[in-house]
């Protein structure tokens, strides 16, 4: 079945970084788009930005411009998102979520990771 | 892109219809027809209840519509179910290939 797996909750200090996998199966990974969403405790979802899986070109949230890579290896069918210099108004748990393709869900998220914690805490 | 707008909170009794509104811009919501509606129950990653402002998954129930008017979006939610008590997030597509979010509302089931 399609399924959206990803790594676990991290606990990070302030002025690191970390990166959150999502590995992918049950589909082909390079013909949908990966989302990452963000929310934080009680608090909206809140968008990040996506990649193209195919040819790994990518968008972000004017927001987090400069502090957010999302990344790919098409090998492992798995997409990678890394927010650095992490602040405490950081903690939150983060999402990828597959964007449905042309024909069924153009632009909206219709697979979801389980969501991974991450606390930014000194 | 600021969030779009929902209401915090709305309510309803069981086997009652009630309607979200999320509203948006002229530059996002009023622009293209992609407005999606997720629900959150605590706890879990949002689902895909409505895409393209009207259309629905299979998965989702047809208790759940979607329409838009100008720069509004709305969920209606029919035959009020408890399983439906959850909050609600509307979705936009935006100018440059992004998204944005609404502040979300939670559905209280009376």
């Known amino acids: 079945q399609v399924q959206l797996v990803q790594s676990g909750t991290e606990v990070k200090k302030p002025g690191a970084s970390v990166r959150v996998s999502c590995k992918a199966s049950?589909?082909?990974?390079?013909?949908?788009?990966m989302h990452w969403v963000r929310q934080a405790p009680g608090q909206r979802l809140e968008w990040m930005g996506w990649?193209?899986?195919?040819?790994?070109?990518?968008k972000y949230s004017q927001k987090f411009q400069g502090r957010v890579a999302i990344t790919r290896d098409t090998s492992a069918s798995t997409a990678y998102m890394e927010l650095s210099s992490l602040r405490s108004e950081d903690t939150a748990v983060y999402y990828c979520?597959?964007?449905?393709?042309?024909?069924?869900?153009?632009?909206?998220?219709?697979?979801w990771g389980q969501g991974t914690m991450v606390t930014v805490s000194s | 892109q600021s969030a779009l707008t929902q209401p915090a909170s709305v309510s309803g009794s069981p086997g009652q219809s009630i309607t979200i509104s999320c509203t948006g811009t002229?530059?996002?919501?009023?622009?293209?027809?992609?407005v999606s509606w997720y629900q959150q129950h605590p706890g879990k990653a949002p689902k895909l209840m409505i895409y393209?402002?009207?259309k629905r998954p299979s998965g989702a129930s047809n208790r759940f519509s979607g329409s838009k008017s100008g720069k509004t979006a709305s969920l209606t939610i029919s035959g009020l179910q408890a399983e439906d008590e959850a909050d609600y997030y509307c979705?936009?597509?935006?100018?440059?290939?992004?998204?944005?979010f609404g502040g979300g509302t939670k559905l209280t089931v009376l």
């Open positions: 979520a597959r964007e449905g393709n042309v024909v069924l869900a153009p632009r909206a998220f219709d697979v």
């Open positions: 393209e402002v009207s």
């Open positions: 990649i193209n899986t195919g040819n790994g070109n990518t």
């Open positions: 049950g589909y082909t990974f390079t013909s949908y788009a």
């Open positions: 002229s530059s996002d919501v009023g622009s293209y027809n992609l």
């Open positions: 979705c936009s597509y935006a100018p440059g290939s992004t998204l944005v």
